[in-house]
């Protein structure tokens, strides 16, 4: 019911790019995304091919098409979330894309770690819904 609010808002091509390993939180993220007036979603099932992606985007000039904001789960295979962020943060042409974590990992520690890192919202993956949610989250960091 709290993605519901976000119905029928005007059609947005923001390019967002999210790294989540879990098919079904894919497709849950995504239809909440797209619900929201969101239609240009590129999925990496991993830090890895999202960072390969976004390296792809630098070397081309085409960041702003693909990727103007980043959505990451923390434990994934190849490349964690944490990891991405901070090659992200390291690298010109990448650092000042917003980066929300979305992982079912948040708490204190790992809120303190993300925040030192450089992400701009931390939503635990329960929260889709829920108090500050991902979409708003999303709102708050274009």
């Given at each position: 019911?709290?993605?519901?609010?976000?119905?029928?808002?005007?059609?947005?091509?923001?390019?967002?790019?999210?790294?989540?390993?879990?098919?079904?939180?894919?497709?849950?993220?995504?239809?909440?995304?797209?619900?929201?007036?969101?239609?240009?979603?590129?999925?990496?099932?991993?830090?890895?091919?999202a960072w390969d992606?976004?390296?792809?985007?630098?070397?081309?000039?085409g960041v702003e098409?693909?990727?103007?904001?980043?959505?990451?789960?923390?434990?994934?295979?190849?490349?964690?979330?944490?990891?991405?962020?901070?090659?992200?943060?390291?690298?010109?042409?990448?650092?000042?894309?917003?980066?929300?974590?979305?992982?079912?990992?948040?708490?204190?520690?790992?809120?303190?770690?993300?925040?030192?890192?450089?992400?701009?919202?931390?939503?635990?993956?329960?929260?889709?819904?829920?108090?500050?949610?991902?979409?708003?989250?999303?709102?708050?960091?274009?």
């Amino acid at each position: 019911s709290q993605v519901a609010r976000f119905e029928g808002r005007e059609r947005n091509e923001i390019p967002i790019l999210i790294a989540e390993d879990s098919m079904m939180l894919c497709r849950l993220v995504q239809d909440a995304v797209n619900k929201a007036g969101y239609t240009n979603i590129t999925i990496k099932n991993n830090g890895k091919e999202a960072w390969d992606y976004l390296e792809e985007l630098r070397r081309t000039n085409g960041v702003e098409y693909g990727a103007k904001c980043l959505i990451t789960d923390i434990e994934m295979p190849k490349m964690d979330g944490h990891h991405l962020i901070k090659l992200v943060r390291e690298t010109e042409g990448l650092k000042h894309i917003p980066i929300i974590i979305f992982s079912s990992l948040i708490n204190d520690e790992m809120r303190r770690k993300g925040a030192l890192l450089g992400a701009n919202a931390q939503i635990s993956k329960p929260e889709i819904g829920t108090r500050v949610t991902l979409l708003d989250a999303i709102l708050g960091v274009k």
